[in-house]
């Protein structure tokens, strides 16, 4: 009996995890506009790298650092070390935005190869996309936009008789992930500012 109880627990666990995207800390605005920057976090990470012979090693990098004061506090134990011969300061900027597109700017088979550019620096990690005005309600990726809106028209064709009613109401935006990543002078800690 013990083993059953035993054998359920895992089960129950794994029915209520949930897949996590790698913007679910972001907000997303609420009202309709054409484009809009949804989210722009800046992070920092502090390496300390040593004398290793006559190269240079790397030592260690920080995690992401969410305030000045860390970074500060970071590069100033780090130049405490004897053994410390460089430290780099590295900003990452990671921008979310989001589009509102039709059905057929989505791309057609596989990954998306449309969509804007990401900026002079930058890397697209994600894109989601989102039917607002609909459950379910989150990102989706493109093979389950495309599954839902073919359900969304299948739905109103039997409901209507007719394809084209199942978009009635509805509003498609694509969300982009961009991430930024830039070396900084070894003083520009000083120069950082606490929010």
Do not use: K, N
Not at 25 to 34: I, L, N, V
């Amino acid at each position: 009996m013990a083993a059953a109880i035993l054998d359920a627990a895992p089960h129950a666990a794994f029915r209520s995890a949930r897949r996590c995207s790698p913007i679910t800390q972001h907000r997303t605005p609420q009202g309709p506009r054409e484009f809009s920057r949804l989210d722009r976090r800046v992070t920092w990470s502090v390496s300390v790298y040593r004398h290793s012979g006559d190269a240079e090693a790397h030592e260690y990098t920080s995690h992401r650092l969410t305030s000045p004061a860390l970074v500060r506090e970071h590069v100033d134990l780090a130049r405490e070390r004897p053994w410390v011969s460089r430290v780099a300061l590295t900003e990452h900027v990671r921008e979310v935005t989001r589009r509102a597109i039709a059905e057929s700017g989505l791309p057609v088979g596989g990954p998306p190869a449309t969509g804007p550019p990401a900026p002079a620096g930058g890397t697209v990690v994600a894109r989601f996309y989102e039917i607002e005005g609909s459950p379910p309600v989150g990102f989706l990726s493109l093979d389950d936009v495309r599954e839902r809106l073919l359900e969304l028209h299948r739905e109103a064709a039997h409901a209507v008789g007719t394809a084209e009613a199942g978009s009635a109401g509805l509003r498609l935006w694509e969300v982009t992930v961009v991430d930024f990543a830039r070396q900084m002078s070894d003083d520009a800690s000083l120069h950082l500012r606490d929010a």
